[in-house]
């Protein structure tokens, strides 16, 4: 019975289990045949491995075994294991570099150390060897430091036009001055010269504008100066140049009385006439060819105005016919309204003059400060008429109060201006430096005196958003 139990179980593996493995068998054949074509060279090695040691696991189960030996059954199993470890130790093929892999760091960062827990020294996430590369923290700049940058970098006049645009102001000027000379031989004008924030350092963003000032000489025995509060506009900012002794002196002694209007030297007239002059008695083609540019007269403006052309600069000159009498600088430029013979004082002369000397004195940086305010002022559309004499008036009020003018003390200055400025708009009222009585603020409508101090007002806490 045994004898037959045993041949029935060998007939039983060579006929049902051995049939099986012949046909696995030829299935590795064919899998290891196409291998190569669908995994590739180290894919068909990695699975050629895998399938011998398979086969020889079915061989040893298939094969008889020998009864006398007992260690059959251990050697089969330790062959097993041996081959299931070649399996193990084959080295895999390499990962395919995927393309969005290649945006990924090839450290992974490291996992921030909670609070209260040790760091075990046996893990690192950098390489052994490689250097600590210490994260330095977000350096946050100072109002100084961003005002020092703000002057340096944006401030700053491209040095073609800082060259070009004073030279070709002056041959303009020459030309202008001998046109009045062959026009006007009977006027007594005096030599044309140029002014303006450019010439004086304290231009910003772009030289586009110069003044060219035309000196009207007139005769101190025959004319005398009318204080503006005198007048019917009380503003002592203006004045009027009154035509005297015309009982002794009549009309014709003087040059300039053709310009009279009421016993006063209109500042209208004179500058309608140099306006007819301008624009229609002088060849500008011709000049503009000789000097390399194209100037027009503007037409449409109750400035003297010339709008320059050039292949490097665009330039505007203003004109402004200027008496000085009695320390007083008196340029042609009327209100708007029906009064036509007001002169405007001045103050420019004298308020880059009295910067100067006071940075001069302690080396100070109100001139730096200025040309930040003024570059503010011309950049933001609500601050426009702000800037110049006005800020200017303010730095030389702060002067008197305040002594510490340094470099290292911008910051703290400029934010003074600020806030003095602010109290002023809310006043209505910016007092002239060098006269009391003047406004400086009495041209500006209610409505841009809201908006500047708006503006102001939130720059107060924020200054960096002017810059």
């Excluded at 020889?56 to 470890?85: C, F, M, N, V, Y």
């Excluded at 011309?378 to 008197?400: E, F, N």
């Excluded at 200055?413 to 060098?434: C, D, I, M, N, T």
Aim: proline fraction near 7%; include cysteine.
């Amino acid at each position: 019975m045994a004898a037959f139990w045993q041949q029935r179980g060998r007939r039983q593996d060579s006929g049902g289990l051995g049939s099986v493995l012949d046909g696995l068998g030829s299935v590795f054949d064919v899998l290891l045949a196409n291998a190569r074509l669908v995994l590739g060279v180290s894919g068909a090695a990695v699975l050629a491995i895998a399938t011998l040691a398979v086969k020889r696991l079915i061989d040893r189960a298939t094969s008889p075994r020998d009864e006398g030996d007992p260690k059959a059954e251990q050697k089969t199993l330790e062959e097993s294991w041996q081959d299931l470890a070649l399996i193990k130790t084959t080295p895999k093929p390499p990962k395919k570099q995927r393309r969005e892999d290649l945006s990924e760091p090839l450290l992974s960062p490291a996992r921030p150390l909670v609070p209260g827990e040790a760091q075990d020294p046996r893990v690192s996430s950098a390489p052994l060897g490689a250097p600590l590369v210490k994260s330095s923290p977000l350096h946050c700049l100072t109002l100084q430091e961003k005002l020092l940058s703000h002057y340096s970098s944006h401030l700053a006049v491209p040095e073609i036009q800082v060259s070009l645009v004073p030279q070709l102001a002056r041959s303009i000027s020459t030309q202008l001055q001998n046109c009045l000379r062959n026009k006007c031989p009977e006027l007594p004008f005096g030599r044309l010269f140029l002014s303006g924030a450019l010439l004086d350092g304290l231009e910003v963003l772009a030289a586009d504008h110069i003044h060219l000032m035309l000196p009207v000489v007139l005769d101190t025995g025959l004319w005398s100066l009318i204080p503006g509060e005198d007048t019917v506009v009380r503003n002592p900012q203006y004045w009027m140049i009154k035509r005297v002794d015309l009982g002794y002196f009549p009309r014709g002694c003087s040059p300039w009385d053709r310009f009279i209007v009421g016993q006063y030297l209109s500042s209208n007239v004179l500058s309608e006439t140099l306006h007819k002059m301008l624009v229609v008695s002088i060849n500008w083609p011709a000049i503009g060819g000789l000097l390399g540019c194209v100037i027009h007269p503007v037409v449409a403006s109750r400035e003297l105005k010339l709008e320059v052309s050039h292949d490097q600069v665009e330039l505007s000159i203003t004109l402004f016919p200027v008496v000085e009498m009695e320390g007083k600088v008196l340029l042609a430029v009327p209100p708007e309204g029906l009064v036509e013979n007001l002169w405007l004082e001045s103050f420019y002369r004298a308020e880059v003059s009295k910067v100067k000397e006071l940075d001069a004195g302690d080396s100070g940086v109100r001139r730096r400060c200025l040309r930040i305010l003024n570059g503010v002022c011309r950049s933001h559309p609500a601050l426009h008429k702000l800037g110049g004499s006005p800020v200017t008036h303010l730095i030389l009020h702060l002067s008197d109060t305040t002594s510490d003018w340094a470099e290292e003390s911008l910051a703290d200055r400029f934010q003074q201006v600020l806030e003095e400025l602010v109290a002023y708009l809310e006043k209505g009222v910016l007092p002239s430096y060098f006269n009391p009585k003047v406004n400086l603020f009495s041209e500006l409508l209610e409505e841009e005196i809201d908006d500047m101090g708006f503006v102001l007002y939130r720059a107060m806490s924020e200054p960096e958003l002017l810059l």
